[in-house]
């Protein structure tokens, strides 16, 4: 996948995330706004997806009308991409709505190819309702594995003092971020929920995967349409699911991202000013 713009390309290639304005028209934002209201939320205080809902007629119907919404302005900046389905992603209101920094699933095989997500928001996001804010150029620091029984790592926001952008978007534009790049946002301080939607977008020949561990082994798996309507809402929930193994791997094999690793490689790449370096040793 590639953008067709090469200065968004090269921003995208720099930070792990890039705006793009004018993408989506507001009569498709309508077509979203009222797919949500068929959910019939009225009362949410957290980050929430319909992917996490057994809800799988409703969830195949949102994901088709996705592709098809999405389908001209991804031609339109794209080149050599598949697009992986979409799905809502909510912002309820209050402190609980605070999504900390974090990578998102790997859905492809990142050793080989990229996946990234289309962020679109139906209203106007700025800091005060939950922007998307990243961690500059995290993309770049590791080729690990995330997945429902590998999670990424968690930061709350304190926890980095550098590097962190924030892209606050008009309606109609939206964020693509790879996935490997740390992103999160702050709590939904209005009185409304953030209704936005995630479509996911990779190399036009990957194939769809998820890592899903039982003790020392891996399974790589098949993330075919059953494995998005029905497995990750189960196995999300602990639950059992008879899905399509690819291969076997054994745990210590893969590169899994911890605290520790990261903050080397934050500071690596966002050293400490001379003042905290002294600051940090006093509060040893």
Same mark, same amino acid.
Not at 2 to 18: K, N
């Given at each position: 996948?590639?953008?067709?713009?090469?200065?968004?390309?090269?921003?995208?290639?720099?930070?792990?995330?890039?705006?793009?304005?004018?993408?989506?028209?507001?009569?498709?934002?309508?077509?979203?706004?009222?797919?949500?209201?068929?959910?019939?939320?009225?009362?949410?205080?957290?980050?929430?997806?319909?992917?996490?809902?057994?809800?799988?007629?409703?969830?195949?119907?949102?994901?088709?009308?996705?592709?098809?919404?999405?389908?001209?302005?991804?031609?339109?900046?794209?080149?050599?991409?598949?697009?992986?389905?979409?799905?809502?992603?909510?912002?309820?209101?209050?402190?609980?709505?605070?999504?900390?920094?974090?990578?998102?699933?790997?859905?492809?095989?990142?050793?080989?190819?990229?996946?990234?997500?289309?962020?679109?928001?139906?209203?106007?996001?700025? #800091?005060?309702? +939950?922007?998307?804010?990243?961690? =500059?150029?995290?993309? *770049?620091?590791?080729? @690990?594995?995330?997945?429902? %029984?590998?999670?990424?790592?968690?930061?709350?926001?304190?926890?980095?003092?550098?590097?962190?952008?924030?892209?606050?978007?008009?309606?109609?534009?939206?964020?693509?971020?790879?996935?490997?790049?740390?992103?999160?946002?702050?709590?939904?301080?209005?009185?409304?929920?953030?209704?936005?939607?995630?479509?996911?977008?990779?190399?036009?020949?990957?194939?769809?995967?998820?890592?899903?561990?039982?003790?020392?082994?891996?399974?790589?798996?098949?993330?075919?349409?059953?494995?998005?309507?029905?497995?990750?809402?189960? #196995?999300?929930? +602990?639950?059992?699911?008879?899905? =399509?193994?690819?291969? *076997?791997?054994?745990? @210590?094999?893969?590169?899994? %991202?911890?605290?520790?690793?990261?903050?080397?490689?934050?500071?690596?790449?966002?050293?400490?000013?001379?003042?905290?370096?002294?600051?940090?040793?006093?509060?040893?």
């Amino acid at each position: 996948m590639r953008l067709r713009s090469d200065r968004l390309q090269r921003i995208y290639e720099e930070d792990g995330a890039v705006i793009i304005h004018n993408f989506i028209t507001k009569d498709k934002l309508k077509v979203i706004q009222d797919y949500f209201e068929e959910l019939k939320i009225n009362d949410l205080d957290k980050i929430h997806s319909n992917m996490l809902d057994p809800i799988p007629e409703f969830n195949q119907r949102f994901r088709n009308k996705c592709v098809e919404l999405f389908d001209d302005p991804i031609k339109r900046h794209f080149k050599d991409y598949r697009v992986a389905g979409g799905a809502f992603l909510l912002k309820g209101c209050g402190k609980n709505s605070l999504s900390s920094l974090h990578q998102d699933w790997n859905i492809v095989d990142e050793s080989v190819y990229e996946s990234a997500t289309i962020f679109c928001p139906v209203e106007d996001v700025t #800091l005060k309702n +939950g922007c998307l804010q990243i961690i =500059k150029g995290s993309h *770049k620091w590791f080729n @690990n594995v995330r997945s429902i %029984t590998m999670p990424s790592v968690f930061l709350n926001f304190n926890q980095v003092d550098k590097g962190i952008k924030a892209l606050p978007l008009k309606a109609g534009d939206v964020v693509v971020f790879n996935h490997r790049v740390f992103h999160g946002s702050k709590a939904n301080l209005s009185k409304k929920i953030r209704v936005a939607v995630a479509v996911g977008i990779t190399s036009k020949n990957a194939k769809f995967i998820h890592y899903h561990r039982k003790n020392e082994e891996v399974n790589i798996i098949e993330a075919n349409d059953d494995f998005s309507y029905h497995g990750i809402a189960k #196995l999300f929930k +602990g639950e059992e699911f008879d899905y =399509k193994i690819i291969e *076997k791997v054994k745990y @210590n094999q893969l590169e899994v %991202t911890d605290i520790e690793k990261f903050n080397v490689a934050y500071r690596e790449h966002y050293p400490l000013n001379i003042f905290n370096r002294v600051l940090n040793k006093f509060n040893r």
